[in-house]
């Protein structure tokens, strides 16, 4: 089992960055794949983004790409989310996740309290 804390939110206008981190505890981080949700008001959680377990994969929605940067540092069982060039529409609980995979992430993973980011126009 692995428990996640999620940190790095906050309000943001647009255009502007902020970076979210998780860290994990346990020893076995480094065999999990991590990724990012998000829920907005209203809206159904959605993935943003995830890694492999040893950062050589990594997926990405089309909403964020190039726009956001998923890594991790398995020596610091952490992971980070770097958002760029954030909009509005990016405004929502950001969640991290914990899998076996990247692709059972969206069916069994462990998740974080969230953390709230607010793009203001």
């Known amino acids: 089992q692995v428990q996640l804390v999620e940190s790095g939110g906050g309000l943001v206008q647009a255009g502007g960055s902020l970076r979210l981190s998780c860290a994990a505890s346990?020893?076995?981080?480094?065999?999990?794949?991590m990724g990012w949700f998000r829920q907005a008001p209203g809206k159904e959680r959605e993935i943003v983004t995830g890694?492999?377990?040893?950062?050589?994969?990594?997926y990405y929605a089309d909403s964020v790409k190039g726009r956001f940067t998923i890594s991790r540092d398995n020596a610091k069982n952490t992971v980070y989310l770097q958002m760029n060039s954030l909009k509005p529409e990016d405004t929502a609980v950001y969640y991290c996740?914990?899998?076996?995979?990247?692709?059972?992430?969206?069916?069994?993973?462990?998740w974080g309290q969230g953390t709230q980011v607010t793009v203001s126009s």
């Open positions: 346990g020893r076995t981080f480094s065999s999990y794949a």
């Open positions: 890694i492999s377990w040893d950062g050589g994969s990594t």
């Open positions: 996740a914990a899998a076996s995979t990247v692709a059972a992430l969206e069916e069994d993973a462990y």
